[in-house]
């Protein structure tokens, strides 16, 4: 028996890299973004986003797994596309029009075409041109979530506070890069980079989960490029002027009383896949005016605005129907049950089911 479990023991294993199983995950959600909208591939920039993450995964798993070298130039590449690539995928969801304009978007792919240029020219200052871009995007993505959630046009309203938080930890893991590239020159330093193999491969496998995570949830929570496109044109802001917003508290009401007319009337919370922009062609006002009108009249966020609204329909069904909590959420206008119950317990400050038991409706309760 002992002779036995030593032949097990001596069996080869198979041995998997922690970064391909990341590179598994990413597979998966790439494909749960598919089913969401198949045409994800070519409209969601996210979709981009999320595969280079797998190809990344792949790549760092080749180098720290099995010791493969020669896939050192393409990881550097991969590197350096990163940072661009998502600030590209983020400045997406601030503005009004759905994806991104090639024209307008290749300079940012310089310093990748910058890093290859040195990998077979002069080698030294790649790690340079990395911490640069990194620290570069990484800084813009910081400064694009500087702006809170209203500065989010494109996601849909249920979930914009999560396509805010993927923004902040995409900026954090960026920026973090920075820092894990300091480390490492600090090892060589100090203990001839005996530590360096550790460090790189740890933080590129947390800083994989962290990045493909948040361009993961992003991309689901935006509205696909044909549904937009059948919304009709957006209101554009003069060029030259960052925001347009509202000169006089007065124009401020104006905005805000149109606005609160168009829920009360046509019930627009009730879509599901409402967002910003969406909010401000119905108004005939770009989506910056609206959210800065929002914000001094009503004193809350463009999404709490709408929750709030949502929030109050589904109290409504909730007392004076039999409908599951379910239906009551989807007929408000919410898709996460997780984004339901927290906006209830923030507004009402109780439960779904505690709120109707202490204000069930006699007729509702017969």
């Known amino acids: 028996m002992v002779r036995d479990a030593c032949r097990d023991y001596d069996t080869p294993m198979i041995f998997l890299p922690l970064p391909f199983v990341c590179a598994l995950l990413f597979l998966i959600l790439l494909v749960q973004m598919l089913r969401q909208d198949e045409r994800a591939w070519h409209d969601n920039p996210f979709f981009l986003l999320l595969t280079l993450y797998v190809l990344q995964s792949v790549v760092i798993g080749l180098h720290w797994g099995y010791g ?42 310089l310093p990748t075409l910058l890093a290859l240029v040195l990998i077979f020219t002069w080698r030294a200052p790649v790690d340079l041109v990395l911490i640069l871009t990194f620290l570069g995007y990484g800084s813009a993505l910081a400064w694009l979530a500087y702006g809170g959630p209203d500065r989010l046009v494109a996601p849909r309203l249920d979930g914009v506070l999560r396509s805010y938080r993927s923004l902040q930890l995409t900026a ?40 493909g995570s948040a361009a993961s949830v992003a991309g689901s929570s935006t509205v696909s490029k044909a549904e937009e496109e059948a919304q009709g044109p957006v209101v554009s802001e003069p060029v030259g002027m960052p925001a347009i917003v509202p000169e006089t508290v007065e124009e401020d009401r104006e905005v805000a009383a149109a606005l ?48 709030k609204h949502r929030i109050e329909e589904a109290c409504r069904l909730l007392a004076a129907t039999d409908e599951s909590v379910i239906n009551v959420m989807m007929e408000a206008g919410f898709l996460s049950k997780s984004n339901f119950n927290r906006e209830f317990l923030r507004v009402t400050r109780t439960t779904p089911i505690a709120w109707r038991r202490e204000n069930r409706l006699p007729l509702a309760a017969e």
């Not at 600030?87 to 029009?97: A, G, I, K, M, P």
């Not at 991104?100 to 940012?108: E, F, S, T, V």
């Not at 193999?197 to 933080?203: F, H, L």
């Not at 919370?269 to 929002?294: C, E, F, H, I, M």
């Open 260 to 307: 609160d007319a168009l829920m009360a009337g046509r019930k627009l919370y009730r879509d599901t896949d409402l967002n910003l922009g969406r909010l401000a062609r119905k108004l005939g006002q770009p989506a910056r005016r609206v959210s800065s009108a929002v914000n001094r009249i009503h004193g809350m966020s463009v999404s709490h605005y709408v929750n």
């Open 172 to 211: 954090f893991a960026t920026l973090s890069s920075v820092v894990t590239d300091l480390a490492i020159s600090a090892d060589v330093a100090l203990f001839g980079g005996a530590h360096a193999a550790a460090i790189v491969a740890g933080s590129n496998v947390v800083a994989l989960l962290i990045l």
């Open 68 to 109: 493969l070298k020669a896939v050192i130039p393409l990881q550097i590449v991969l590197a350096a596309l990163a940072p661009p690539l998502a600030w590209l995928s983020f400045r997406t969801l601030t503005v009004e029009e759905t994806g991104w304009r090639w024209d307008k978007a290749w300079p940012h792919f």
